[in-house]
């Protein structure tokens, strides 16, 4: 079946940037929506920010709003998180998700059809 696989994550001092990255493999591939969560350790898993996968609309947390952009390629079945200005409290396993419904619902739930392996961020001060 389809599969998330998240690159990208590593050591960053605060204020600089990353960019995150996720494939999904498979023949066919064609969620509704792909999100990013993170999660820090002892706190519950967070949206950050989705994608509608067709439009390429997107919707991201107050929290990263300016600092995070969420993008996909839909030809590589890729999508994409780019992290800028970052700061220690963004420090966390950033996942994955895909889902069948839209990004509110993504947002809300924290239940999406399918998660990635996670890849780790780390923002020193």
């Known amino acids: 079946q389809v599969q998330l696989v998240e690159s990208g994550g590593g050591l960053v001092q605060a204020g600089g940037s990353l960019r995150l990255s996720c494939a999904a493999s498979?023949?066919?591939?064609?969620?509704?929506?792909m999100g990013w969560f993170r999660q820090a350790p002892g706190k519950e898993r967070e949206f950050v920010a989705g994608i509608t996968w067709s439009t390429a609309g997107t919707y991201v947390v107050d929290s990263v709003k300016g600092r995070f952009t969420v993008s996909r390629d839909r030809a590589k079945n890729m999508v994409y998180l780019q992290m800028n200005s970052l700061k220690p409290e963004d420090t966390a396993v950033y996942y994955c998700a895909a889902g069948g419904s839209t990004i509110g619902i993504m947002m809300r739930s924290g239940n999406p059809d399918l998660w990635g392996q996670g890849t780790q961020v780390t923002v020193s001060s």
């Open positions: 498979g023949r066919t591939f064609s969620p509704y929506s």
